[in-house]
């Protein structure tokens, strides 16, 4: 199996910057595509921002030029790098990865446990 595990959310104040981590670990064979989704209150979970293992990258049109997503292939692990945060960045931010595990050819999608991300003054 494949375990993510997230880092770096919490409080911030309007207008502020955070740095989420996510981490892949486990009976990794082969770890394609990484990303980010999030679900503020009240709302579906949606797609932000996913990165190939090439570097190509996919923004969702509410976080272009704000956020920035980034990877180490060596670590397995992808980063968001979030600046000019509002209140309505507030969500739980979960990471996946599409990856195939050395006990199972399949390719499946992992999630991470989710990072809180509160923006407020």
């Known amino acids: 199996q494949v375990q993510l595990v997230e880092s770096g959310g919490g409080l911030v104040q309007p207008g502020g910057s955070l740095r989420l981590s996510c981490a892949a670990s486990?009976?990794?064979?082969?770890?394609?595509?990484m990303g980010w989704y999030r679900q503020a209150p009240g709302k579906q979970r949606e797609a932000v921002v996913l990165?190939?293992?090439?570097?190509?990258?996919n923004y969702a049109d509410s976080v272009k030029g704000r956020f920035t997503i980034s990877r180490d292939n060596a670590k397995n692990t992808v980063y968001l790098q979030m600046n000019s945060l509002n209140p309505e960045a507030t969500a739980v931010f979960y990471c996946?990865?599409?990856?195939?595990?050395?006990?199972?050819?399949?390719?499946?999608?992992?999630w991470g446990q989710g990072t809180q991300v509160t923006v407020s003054s």
């Open positions: 996946y990865a599409a990856a195939t595990a050395r006990d199972s050819p399949s390719l499946n999608i992992y």
């Open positions: 990165i190939t293992k090439s570097g190509g990258t």
């Open positions: 486990g009976s990794i064979f082969n770890i394609y595509d």
